[in-house]
C-alpha cells in the first residue's frame, strides 16, 4: 500500500480540484491517499501559511490559482521543497485561448458567479427537497423529471445530485399496499423515470438500512420473496406506461444521473427541432 498525500489548493472553493482528483485517483490501486484542501487561497500570505502545512506533510500538488504572483510563489516554494505540482485547468485554458483567440481573465471563482443559473440551481434543490418521497403530489407538473421505484432504491440521492445539477425533482415510492396517486400517471411535462435494482441487492441496502436504526434485520421488508414481488410490482407499473428504467444495480448516483440527464437531453431534442 502506498501512502500519498495528496494537496489541493484552490482560489475558489476546490470542487473542481476535488472532482479532478477523484477521478485521477480511481485509476490507480493499492494507494491511501490523505487528501488536503486549501480552498479560497488568494494571498500571498495566506498562501505562505499553506506551505508550512505543506512541507510538514510533502506529497503532490494539484492547484487552480489565477492570480499569477500567488501561483509563481507556490510553483517556486514547491520546487525548493522537491515538490512535484500539476495545475489542472492550464491544457483547457490554453486550448481554448487558442480556439477562442482571446486571453483568459484572471478571475477566480468566476465560475461560481451568482448568475441566473446559480439561482435556478438554488430554486431546483429547493424543490426537490421539499417533493422527496411522494411529496406535494400537486405540484409534479412542474417538476423536470419524477424519480419512481420500490424504497431504497437511490431515488432520493439521485434527486438530490441532479437537483444540485439545475434539475427539479420529485421522486415517489411505489408500494404494493398503497398505489401511487392516479396524477402519476397523467404528467405531461415532468419524465418519469423508474429505477429498478437486484432483489439481492435490495435485500442487502435494506438489510443495512434496518440495522443501522438498530431495527431487526428480519422483517417482510427484507424477505426475498416479498422483495422481488415489489420489483415485479414496480416493472408492470414502468413497462404499463411506458417509461424508461434503469437499473441502479451496478451504478453510482453519478452514473444513474448522467443515464437520467441523457433521457432529458434526449426528450428535448424533438421540442428544440420543432422549436
Known sequence: MIRLHLHLLSDSTGETLENIAKAGLAQFDGVETIKHFWPMVRSEGHLDRVLVEIAQRPG??????VNLEVRQRLETRCHALGLPTVSALD???EALSRLLGQEAKARPGRQHMLDAAYFARVEAIQFTIAHDDGIAAEDWEEADVVLAGVSRSSKTPTSIYLANRGYKVANIPLVPEAPPPSSLFRLKQPLVVGLTTSPDRLVQVRRNRLLSLNQSP????VDQEAVAAELAFARRIFSDNGWPVIDVTRRSIEETAAAIINLVNERRKPE????
Open 272 to 275: 428544440e427541432n420543432d422549436a
Open 91 to 93: 491544457p483547457v485554458i
Open 60 to 65: 503532490l500538488v494539484i492547484f487552480t490559482l
Open 218 to 221: 428480519e422483517t417482510a421488508y
